[in-house]
């Protein structure tokens, strides 16, 4: 009889607590919030493959290439420090390439010299293994070489001294190796196979530039719902960014270099000088929006008073990011990106003139300062983004007063 009772005791249990579950939604939101991170991260993964196609083909290329020219033209039987040369180069930070370059074959130099010159006059051995490792990384840190000189020049020497009894001449191959996988690299990457730098850019601006919209657009709603928890997750959002500023910092640098070495992409360094000109504005742009985000959230928590016209100046900002986003990815004159930011500074200003709290003016100043930063972006100089900006927030202001024309105070900058 007890075996028989238990199940529908368990199950009268379960009916009556079920019309009073406190973590049934709460557990509902985290699974949801784990599906959404989980399609967001397939997209970040599948967009960082598609960035990192283009290097993969390049290093394949050159690896295979380099292993060719030391093979078969230079005649050395195991040139596996060639290829290896190659994708160390190529896997430097773009833009560093002929750097990284320049920086293996003198790191290689310094530690055949050591290690040759160690090993005449010691012979070999752990502990003179450890010294040539020594004097390596002493003698680079001295004249005042990068820490990638020290580390090949280090590596270099390990070699030189563990391979030296069983390989005959082995310092001349290395050298030569790490000067034919450098510039294969560099050839592969100037000539046979140059990737678009403007495509470059563009994919890499592309998360930067949607980051900044969507959290614009998560603070506008925040504002209009006196949301102070969606506010603040837009802000954590904002303040992690540094991952997309280092790609698109990382890509208009590795354009540049090949502006600069491959001569098919030439005629794209007018091109590529604004957007070079853009990624120091984008960057005050998310800083400055990220101050905005911050008030926003205060604001909420103070119960200020919210005009309905301020969310609309924060969600005109995000329409003149995602224009300028647009308008530099078929290379056009970003004009209506400069309007809506104007606009967005209009409406600041209206919200301004209908009353706002010391938290709201910080808001307003940051919308302003935002769009002077995203017309900076798009290619005019400061003083005229400045100019432009003074005259949307007190024009849309006289627009709106019924008495003498009379703008308010400009609220404070910051």
């Known amino acids: 009889m007890a075996r028989d009772r238990r199940p529908s005791l368990v199950r009268r249990v379960i009916l009556r607590d079920r019309g009073t579950d406190v973590e049934g939604p709460r557990i509902g939101e985290a699974v949801a919030h784990l599906r959404q991170r989980g ?14 196609m283009g290097l993969a083909v390049q290093a394949g290329l050159a690896a295979g290439l380099a292993w060719l020219a030391a093979h078969e033209l230079l005649g050395n039987p195991q040139p596996v420090f060639a290829p290896i040369s190659a994708v160390g180069t190529l896997a430097a930070s773009v833009g560093q390439r002929f750097r990284r370059t320049v920086e293996l074959i003198a790191g290689v130099g310094i530690g055949v010299a050591v290690g040759d010159f160690l090993i005449y006059l010691l012979g070999t051995g752990p502990w003179q293994l450890g010294l040539v490792v020594t004097l390596a990384i002493l003698l680079t840190i001295f004249a005042g ?17 563990t391979l030296s009894p069983s390989t005959e001449n082995l310092e001349i191959p290395r050298f030569i190796d790490a000067f034919v996988g450098g510039g ?18 563009n994919r890499a601006a592309r998360p930067a530039l949607d980051l900044l919209a969507a959290q614009l657009d998560n603070t506008a ?3 209009r719902e006196r949301d102070r928890d969606k506010a603040q997750l837009a802000l954590d959002r904002l303040r992690d960014n540094q991952e997309e500023l280092a790609a698109f910092t990382e890509a208009i640098e590795g354009a540049k270099e090949t502006a600069i070495l491959s001569p098919a992409r030439w005629h794209r360094r007018d091109e590529l000088t604004h957007y070079a000109e853009a990624a120091e504005p984008i960057d005050r742009a998310m800083r400055n ?19 309905e016209t301020m969310p609309d100046a924060v969600a005109h900002l995000a329409e003149s990011v995602r224009l300028l986003k647009h308008e530099f990815a078929v ?28 938290s709201g003016s910080v808001v307003i100043a940051q919308v302003r300062t935002t769009a002077s930063d995203l017309m900076v972006a798009s290619g005019i100089s400061q003083e005229e983004a400045n100019r432009g900006v003074r005259q949307s927030f007190g024009d849309q202001d006289r627009a709106h007063d019924h008495g ?6 400009a609220p404070p900058l910051g």
Do not use: C
């Open 145 to 161: 070489a990068s820490v990638a000189i020290v580390i090949q020049a280090a590596a270099t020497a390990v070699l030189i001294v």
């Open 404 to 409: 003498p024309p009379k703008p308010p105070t």
């Open 184 to 201: 294969i690299a560099l050839l592969v990457t100037a000539v046979l196979l140059p990737l678009n730098p403007l495509r470059v850019i």
């Open 289 to 307: 929006a990220g101050t905005l985000t911050r008030r926003a959230v205060t604001l909420i928590e103070d119960g200020e008073p919210i005009p």
């Open 39 to 52: 399609k967001l991260t397939l997209h970040d993964r599948l967009h960082r493959l598609k960035m990192a």
């Open 221 to 223: 709603d925040a504002l």
């Open 331 to 358: 290379a056009e004159e970003p004009e209506k990106a400069r309007e809506r930011a104007l606009r967005a500074v209009g409406e600041a200003g209206r919200a301004y003139a209908e009353g706002v709290g010391f």
